[in-house]
């Protein structure tokens, strides 16, 4: 399982989310014996630094970094990440072909982010030590071919050798068994952690989350980059523009800019975008990420010990 | 598991799917120990009559019926289906307050198809003896909701009492088995059982299923019904029309009737529509149904027994 890879006890990775995952989130996830990451994608230069050492402070334990290769900066984030000797970048939205021989001569494990068996078999050319194949029901960004966890996962594990790490739908012991069955080696957890006590969204962001229902977040923006957001305001102004016949340039000057960090950070339920993913309409409550994942690991258990005793 | 409920080996159904699920394929799924459906939704009622002859003439073990409650002559399949005594039918497309209480009274079980919670519970308060939970994955006409099998089966599993079959991207025994583990009592096996020697869907339709990649399905005209088809010709004109702004009764006409008989059951690449699942990229091969079977138990005891060595 990928929790040896990382030298961790758990096969559960917590996803690297922009405007969620800080230090605080990072080390608790770390110190209860997943791999945090901090999500760099939603910090300035300085900030992934002062994150870092932060982080360092809080936990003894391995951490990584989530760097989204399109990323202004990211020759400034890369040498932060090599001068701070981060053990693992999860490298995404961008070709894992560019940097992964630069982290791996500095001893830095590559996992790449992938939504296909395509361009899974394409980091693997590259050389990365694992892959995250994310489904259609994740939150954030996502891929065009819409494919979903249950399909995705044992594509990909029957198209490359090296270990992959399912992502999309999955935060509770039950989901993490069923990535397990469909030949996984861990997973990776967004937006279960994005809605713990220790994340960086804002209480109204946690709030609107405990309130959603199934059904309550869409893949949208497509023509753009597809991203699945809560249904808020701004989600219906998009629908709304659709329903009009917006052009693309039309779209592009209603996303605008700095969308995420007003909704997820600062709350601005009016203007903001909320990126979560499906399963928000199954999360209850704002615990600690320790809570979290030992609830995960114990029904975990049960499921795994269920279904061995199952046999036709 | 569900098996006990239908008294068959095997917690796997057949779903019966317009235009393939005849009596061939129902009579092989039910005699190599699952349940085997015949889809009554593209039967005029003179041809449900004789399939079920038919079936009963192939097998001796239970088998049952779908039967979309839209369907225009619904009260002849369902004087059918009591008069022939069949054990089961599986409704779906329609309210299952309608007929469920009229089977029960014949001491016809009833399942419903679902793809959210909240018609889980309506169909459980209605008394149907078990539903089958289906992802957007899924082959052919879906939720609007675009809940995944992975997001779907957990919530649908907390929401009622009842059994629940997981439906929508399964098709070998680690599919199976993630379905298990997310608390399902038995899979509902569409698109894989589409593509066996025994299911009535035409040579073409099976050549390219076999020829169809990872992302070659898309959930479209959602305006109307949503459906997933196939990429070909048909679907290529869907896509212009929506690119060119189409109106409703315009995509309408475009739809027009009997495409899927011409694509499904006649192999009219140019005009005619093709239903099929996500998974379709993974199909490679036409065998029978009882080898489809045989792999997919084979397959779901190895990793059962694999899972119950695994615990953190």
């Known amino acids: 399982m990928i929790h040896n ?17 800080g230090a605080r989130l990072a080390s608790a996830v770390s110190n209860a014996g997943g791999l945090g990451l901090l999500g760099s994608g939603s910090m300035y230069p300085e900030e992934l630094k002062l994150a870092i050492e932060d982080t360092k402070r809080l936990t003894s334990k391995p951490f990584g970094v989530n760097l989204p290769l399109l990323y202004p900066q990211v020759d400034q984030h890369i040498q932060t990440i090599i001068d701070s000797q981060i053990p693992v970048v999860f490298t995404s939205a961008g070709s894992p072909k560019k940097y992964t021989s630069l982290f791996k001569s500095h001893g830095i494990q590559v996992v790449h982010v992938v939504s296909s068996s395509e361009f899974a078999k394409k980091s693997e050319d590259a050389g990365v030590d694992a892959v995250v194949a994310e489904g259609f029901e994740a939150g954030g960004h996502n891929g065009r071919e819409e494919t979903t966890t249950m399909c995705l996962i044992p594509a990909v594990v029957d198209a490359v050798k090296i270990p992959v790490i399912a992502a999309g739908g999955i935060g509770c012991g039950r989901t ?11 997973v990776q957890v967004g937006s279960r952690f994005a809605m713990t ?9 946690k709030e609107m989350v405990i309130a959603a229902k199934e059904g309550d977040t869409k893949l949208t923006l497509k023509e753009i980059t597809p991203v699945r957001l809560l249904n808020t305001p701004f989600y219906k102004s998009v629908i709304e523009a659709y329903d009009n016949g917006a052009s693309l340039d039309e779209l592009r000057e209603l996303l605008g800019r700095g969308r995420a960090k007003k909704g997820m950070r600062e709350g601005n339920i009016a203007d903001g975008e909320f990126e979560i993913g499906q399963i928000s309409g199954r999360i209850n409550s704002i615990e600690s990420a ?10 975990f258990n049960a499921v795994n010990s269920k279904l061995g005793n199952i046999s036709f």
Do not use: R, Y
């Not at 890879?5 to 995952?21: A, E, H, K, R």
């Not at 006590?197 to 962001?205: I, K, Q, R, V, Y």
């Not at 320790?290 to 029904?299: A, K, L, T, W, Y």
């Open 5 to 21: 890879l990382f030298g961790v006890s758990l096969p559960i990775v917590q996803g690297g989310m922009i405007w969620c995952s």
């Open 176 to 186: 993490m068994s069923a990535a397990i069955a469909l030949g996984a080696s861990g």
């Open 290 to 299: 320790e809570n979290v994942i030992m609830q995960m690991v114990q029904e």
């Open 197 to 205: 006590l220790e994340s960086d969204a804002h209480g109204l962001f």
